[in-house]
């Protein structure tokens, strides 16, 4: 996809969905954090279900270091790896409380130096948090990246960096919400709905799938 496909493929997307958003449900730059290590490998509803419960009685750093493994066990079973991730919770909050006087800091490197915090969550934390035009390559953009044709890679980082590189300035800040949410609802994994795609004209996959009713005659 050339670069003006790209703009125009994103535009679509933008017509369609002028101001979006996070589904995970926040208040503040650590209840995010803590989502979105929550978020890995589940789903948001699941997540959302769990931090309702979860936020209610812990919803800051010193909050959070209080309750303990076990008590945000208790919130997060239905969760995968839950239990990786009460140990990253706590970690993080006490790091956070420790390095940084409990606030969520603004910064890359001190983002990705706390537990459980990666390239991908940290892109997402700087975006919706801190307003920055990251690009956070979950398993949706990885794929749409390479399936579209408008970021190809072999790596979640190839894929990243060659949206860093084709988006343009102007539409980075909200590019990463458009493609998941179209990733998630629309170019599914197993069957893309192309036929209610909105960027189909731009989009350079060549097995389009057809409407289910002219699938089947």
Not at 70 to 95: E, Y
Request: aromatic share 6%.
């Amino acid at each position: 996809m050339s670069k003006e496909g790209v703009r125009q493929f994103l535009e679509a997307l933008a017509r369609a969905n002028p101001a979006p958003r996070t589904e995970l449900n926040y208040a503040d730059p650590f209840t995010l954090i803590v989502a979105v290590v929550l978020s890995a490998q589940a789903t948001d509803v699941s997540v959302n279900r769990a931090t309702a419960t979860l936020f209610r009685e812990a919803a800051s750093p010193a909050a959070m270091l209080a309750l303990g493994e076990d008590g945000v066990a208790r919130h997060i079973r239905a969760i995968g790896l839950w239990q990786s991730k009460a140990r990253h919770v706590i970690g993080l909050s006490r790091a956070l409380l420790e390095r940084h006087g409990g606030v969520v800091p603004s910064d890359r490197a001190a983002l990705e130096a706390l537990p459980g915090v990666g390239r991908k969550t940290a892109n997402v934390v700087l975006n919706v948090a801190f307003g920055e035009a990251t690009m956070a390559v979950d398993t949706h953009i990885f794929r749409l990246g390479n399936r579209t044709g408008i970021a190809p890679g072999k790596t979640p980082l190839a894929v990243e960096e060659a949206l860093l590189r084709r988006v343009p300035p102007a539409l980075l800040r909200d590019a990463h919400h458009w493609l998941i949410l179209h990733g998630r609802y629309v170019c599914k994994a197993r069957r893309p709905e192309c036929w209610r795609c909105v960027a189909a004209a731009w989009c350079g996959y060549r097995d389009k799938a057809p409407a289910p009713d002219a699938a089947t005659g």
